[in-house]
């Protein structure tokens, strides 16, 4: 072996293991139905039954979720009876929110609107295309005790959040620190994935489920599930 190769090995040595999050990414993007596809599906809509899970009870609702991550949102609920007095509505449109009962708006609190940004922030990661973006960090995190290989993303004036992927490639499992906007307390969330769902080539978790500190916090099950690739501004405005 010549000096050169040496020196080479050498380098190679001191820099440690190569991180292959972006190569992990975009095998998991393959997996999902191609970055081309999932770039040209920038909004989500779907309609799916959830189960709230509070202090006192566990709430059963059912209804329809159009998204186009990280800031645009909105959610229409109602008992599983489809009650109409039931029907709350939230709308998120950037740092702006509101909430709407029986028609009726009002804007959410900031601390509600930053919370929810946060939420749907990770409907964007969800998508993986993101990512591979020059404002993201990756970080390889090596494979844990679950045998799942997970990653770090890193992006400024959002929140680090830590994804898990099995061998196939496929998205399992989110960590990330959020706070809790009814007590003002930091609280580590867990959102694992299961199942799938496929529409327009595109192949979306079936089952997301939320744990803070390790008890149940929010479970949602998708019925039906659909990418578009807009949706018009009037969704995500209040009274329409």
């Known amino acids: 072996m010549t000096a050169g190769a040496l020196m080479v090995l050498a380098a190679a040595a001191a820099a440690g293991p190569r991180d292959d999050s972006r190569a992990l990414v975009e095998r998991a ?6 970055a081309r596809r999932v770039q040209k599906y920038a909004a989500l809509t779907w309609r799916g039954r959830a189960t ?17 991550p990280p800031d645009r949102a909105r959610v229409e609920t109602q008992d599983l009876q489809g009650s109409s007095a039931s029907l709350r509505r939230m709308i998120i449109d950037g740092e ?28 964007h990661l969800m998508r993986l295309a993101p990512l591979l973006a020059a404002e993201f960090t990756l970080t390889s995190l090596g494979r844990g005790a679950d045998s799942l290989r997970g990653i770090r993303a890193t992006r400024a004036g959002r929140p680090d959040v830590s ?19 009814a007590s003002g307390n930091e609280v580590q969330q867990v959102v ?11 192949r979306w978790p079936r089952r997301i489920a939320l744990t803070w ?3 149940p916090y929010f479970d949602l099950e998708l019925l039906e599930f659909q990418p578009l690739e807009t949706l018009p501004g009037s969704v995500f405005k209040p009274g329409t």
């Open 96 to 123: 702006r929110g509101w909430g709407e009962v029986q028609g009726h708006p009002s804007p959410l609190p900031r601390d509600l609107v930053a919370h929810e940004r946060d939420q749907f922030y990770l409907y």
């Open 29 to 34: 993007l393959r997996e999902m139905g191609g």
């Open 52 to 68: 709230v899970h509070t202090p006192d009870r566990a709430l059963e609702l059912q209804g329809q979720w159009r998204l186009v």
């Open 163 to 181: 994804l898990f992927f099995d061998d196939e490639s496929r998205l399992q499992r989110m960590e990330v620190r959020i706070t809790d906007p």
């Open 213 to 215: 500190d390790g008890n």
């Open 192 to 202: 694992r994935l299961s199942g799938v769902i496929e529409a327009a080539g595109l």
